[in-house]
């Protein structure tokens, strides 16, 4: 007798429904189609193809560079091992930027030939036209506030945003006015978890934090910095559960040294 497992995809709405519960929401970013296996088996509600793969898959100092033909290949891979999450997919830097045309063509790329099934886009007031015109195509929307790496030349640094009470207050505003245009969540990044508490209880849609402190309604990592891999990437919101890069520097160091002495491969491990 063969059992029918089917997985039940987890939608936007599923994400509200736990918002309401008072159920948080675990989200990871993911790049490629083998860590997307297993980080979707894992049970994670949430899967982002951040721009994040611009630096720990491409090596760049920013999340600039990358481009939609990158973040489309990212997102395929990704989406063919996702069975349970929702997928959801960065626009990337200059991709949505110039004017809300541009913003939908880039949206529809990301969903037609990639199969996501949301996308995420940074700031607030500014890009609402953008996000609006990408939601009237069906497509689910993602904000992005606080730390806006897109940004980052703008801002200089990679500190802690909205301490001061006229950038805390903008971006209580910008929150309301996403919520507002339709998108169905929010991500937080590094403000205050006093303030991230204010924007999540103010707020009937999902907040999901990254250094936003515990009040939102899920949290995301950079799975790269969360199992490890990162050397040396450790800021203070960062909890590191696995360090993958000894183990791997472990296992390396091992097949390396075995292949010069002349033990792999062995006569079992031959033809
Ligand atoms: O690109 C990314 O990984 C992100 C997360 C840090 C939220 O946007």
New binding site residues.
């Given amino acids: 007798m063969s059992v029918n497992k089917e997985v039940k995809r987890i939608t936007v709405h599923t994400l509200q429904e736990m918002k309401n519960r008072g159920e948080k929401i675990a989200?990871l970013?993911a790049y490629d189609y083998s860590m997307a296996l297993i980080v979707d088996n894992a049970g994670t509600d949430i899967i982002?193809v951040?721009?994040?793969?611009s630096n720990v898959m491409a090596g760049h100092e920013t999340?600039l560079p990358i481009t939609l033909d990158q973040m489309i290949y990212h997102a395929a891979s990704v989406v063919r091992a996702a069975k349970r999450a929702l997928v959801v997919v960065?626009l990337p830097f200059g991709s949505y930027q110039g004017n809300s045309k541009e913003a939908l063509a880039s949206a529809i790329r990301i969903m037609k030939e990639a199969g996501a099934h949301a996308i995420?886009l940074?700031g607030g007031v500014e890009i609402a036209e953008s996000v609006s015109r990408i939601l009237t195509a069906g497509i689910p929307v993602m904000g992005?506030l606080g730390l806006t790496?897109q940004s980052i030349y703008k801002f200089g640094t990679y500190t802690v945003r909205a301490k001061e009470e006229a950038e805390a207050a903008k971006l209580k505003e910008d929150a309301l006015k996403l919520q507002e245009l339709g998108c169905f969540g929010i991500?937080l990044?590094k403000i205050p978890s006093k303030l991230a508490k204010e924007v999540s209880d103010s707020l009937n849609i999902p907040t999901?934090g990254?250094g936003a402190g515990q009040h939102c309604s899920g949290q995301?990592?950079?799975i790269h910095d969360m199992l490890g891999l990162n050397k040396g990437f450790k800021p203070r919101f960062l909890r590191q559960y696995a360090d993958l890069y000894s183990v791997m520097d472990g296992a390396i160091k091992h097949y390396v040294s075995d292949v010069r002495a002349g033990d792999f491969p062995n006569e079992k491990e031959e033809y």
């Avoid at 951040?50 to 793969?53: K, L, Y």
Wanted: net charge negative; aromatic share 0%; charged share 25%.
């Fill in positions: 989200m970013t982002l951040g721009d994040s793969a999340t960065d995420k940074e992005h790496p991500v990044e999901i990254i995301v990592l950079v």
